[in-house]
């Protein structure tokens, strides 16, 4: 309760109408001694899906090979703590609460966004946690994001981009999201990009084009071709074959052999095969196609009926997520619950999904202030040729859809908060 009181506080510093800007973060640094300069280990992440996947495999990779390592990821799914993992363990709430109170004190209710000062909290403990690599994931873009803060890095990596975050940008075009993304990241380093859509890897490579940082390019210097037993991993070290990654769908191959390349290419440590076989076998990830076999909400369903949680929440990640539905090819039907923020881009997502699912049915995101109404969305969703209606709750949904159909699958989706909610009832 302490903590949410505080991060309630920290809310209220910024107006919303204020631009983004990086002057009020590097002014809170300043004022905190200035502990990004004493972190330069960092591995920046960027890109507008895979990230969190990326991050939690890399981690796993460094850790099975002895070292330590802090992460900090946007958003945390079902408690606060999770964006903040130091050496080993997520932040307890003692410390976290300590850590904020001391950076509110400091920040003296001068404006700051929310992003930037707890961003600004987890460098400063970072700081004073030395770990052997930081990997930090970017915010919504990454030009003024309060990630871009560093004058070091061991990698800065650019995982899949599509649209999103639009109400950030001016245009909102996917020239601008890869600009904003790939046209300030470090120079004088290693930059490793995913795989990505060929039309949008031409604007990454225009926008780095001048960054003296290497660069490793997924279909160039590193690649993978999934097999019965696994998939093949190469790139210009060598060759490996390994057992397919602890986290579903085949997308994920691709996120985990991003993570895999980048430990590779990391000069300062010893990564071996059997440091990365063990690590993608015991690598978890919240939220992302996570099936729901136990826990109070499988009492509103049948045994047969299949929960499937995703924080999908942009139309890039409903065609990756429509695509694993397609591999499956179990005839059953699929019905989606669906929660999303207003700032998203709603039509574009359901409409990935209109020959896929069954029916919708749409909810207001439990917690959360900046959802859109669930009327609003069932609306939109209709308009795509969808049929869809809503419900009072995820309780209720379930019951809807399972009363008549017992061999279902039920997608939960549409953001990584509704994800969270839904984890956290269960």
């Not at 369903?301 to 890039?316: M, R, T």
Request: proline share 2%; aromatic share 8%.
């Amino acid at each position: 309760m302490k903590i949410q009181k505080i991060l309630k506080r920290l809310l209220q510093l910024h107006p919303k109408s204020e631009p983004s800007t990086l002057i009020r973060i590097k002014r809170l640094l300043r004022d905190l001694d200035s502990p990004e300069d004493k972190i330069n280990n960092v591995v920046q992440v960027v890109g507008t899906n895979g990230k969190h996947s990326f991050c939690v495999t890399l981690r796993e990779i460094i850790e099975k090979a002895g070292y330590t390592c802090n992460l900090n990821i946007s958003p945390s799914l079902r408690k606060f703590n999770e964006r903040y993992y130091f050496s080993g363990k997520y932040i307890s709430d003692e410390e976290l609460y300590n850590l904020l109170v001391e950076i509110e004190q400091i920040n003296n209710n001068q404006s700051i966004s929310f992003h930037e000062i707890i961003t600004a909290a987890w460098i400063l403990h970072a700081s004073r946690n030395k770990s052997d690599v930081n990997i930090i994931e970017a915010g919504a873009l990454f030009r003024l994001d309060s990630s871009n803060v560093f004058r070091k890095n061991l990698c800065s990596v650019i995982m899949p981009i599509g649209i999103d975050h639009r109400d950030f940008l001016k245009e909102g075009t996917i020239d601008e999201i890869t600009y904003e993304k790939c046209s300030h990241l470090l120079g004088g380093s290693k930059i490793i990009i995913s795989e990505q859509k060929s039309n949008v890897l031409e604007k990454i490579k225009k926008d780095i084009f001048k960054n003296s940082s290497k660069k490793f390019i997924f279909g160039e210097d590193y690649d993978y071709k999934k097999n019965i037993n696994g998939f093949i991993y190469k790139d210009k070290i060598g060759k490996m074959n390994l057992p397919l990654p602890n986290l579903s769908g085949d997308f994920q191959i691709s996120n985990v052999s991003t993570a895999i390349a980048a430990a590779r290419n990391l000069d300062q440590f010893k990564i071996t095969e059997s440091h990365i076989r063990e690590a993608i076998t015991k690598v978890r990830s919240e939220g992302r196609l996570q099936s729901i076999t136990q826990g109070k909400l499988r009492k509103y369903v049948s045994e047969n009926n299949k929960i499937i949680i995703d924080g999908a929440h942009n139309p890039l990640a409903a065609s990756v997520v429509k695509k694993y539905f397609e591999t499956l090819n179990t005839g059953r039907k699929i019905f989606m619950i669906l929660g999303m923020m207003a700032n998203k881009e709603h039509k574009e997502f359901i409409q990935t999904f209109k020959d896929k699912v069954h029916s919708i049915i749409a909810l207001d995101i439990p917690n959360q202030i900046n959802f859109i109404e669930k009327e609003k969305l069932s609306k939109i969703a209709q308009s795509c040729g969808v049929p869809s209606k809503t419900e009072s709750s995820i309780e209720e949904a379930l019951k809807d859809i399972a009363t008549e159909n017992e061999n279902a699958i039920i997608l939960c989706t549409g953001s990584l908060y509704f994800a969270g909610e839904i984890l956290n009832l269960n």
